[in-house]
């Protein structure tokens, strides 16, 4: 798991089921903040996109209110798009990260 503590005490992290267990038992309360969803129509039908609008709320960043572009062909494919965009933006990795 990819985690950022922040200077308020908070912790913004990529989520990764593996660590589901251990997180819920100890307490840790999560908030979801983007998604992968399928296109249902149009020239992209069957494609995924991630939507960033739940990191924009959570964030307070009007700005990341986003889907990401281009469609993905495949679910995984998108949900990679999708950490490299909450890598670079969300967590803003830097040295201060850690990696479990």
């Not at 309360?29 to 939507?51: K, L, T, W």
């Amino acid at each position: 798991m990819i985690r950022r503590y922040l200077p308020n005490g908070q912790r913004r992290a990529i989520w990764d089921d593996r660590f589901a267990c251990a997180e819920r038992q100890a307490g840790v309360r999560i908030q979801r903040a983007s998604r992968v969803e399928v296109i249902d129509s149009g020239p992209y039908a069957g494609y995924f996109y991630a939507d960033l609008s739940l990191v924009a709320q959570a964030a307070g960043q009007p700005k990341w209110a986003v889907c990401l572009y281009p469609p993905q062909p495949t679910y995984q494919e998108a949900v990679a798009s999708e950490v490299r965009w909450l890598k670079a933006n969300f967590l803003e990795l830097g040295e201060r990260a850690c990696e479990y």
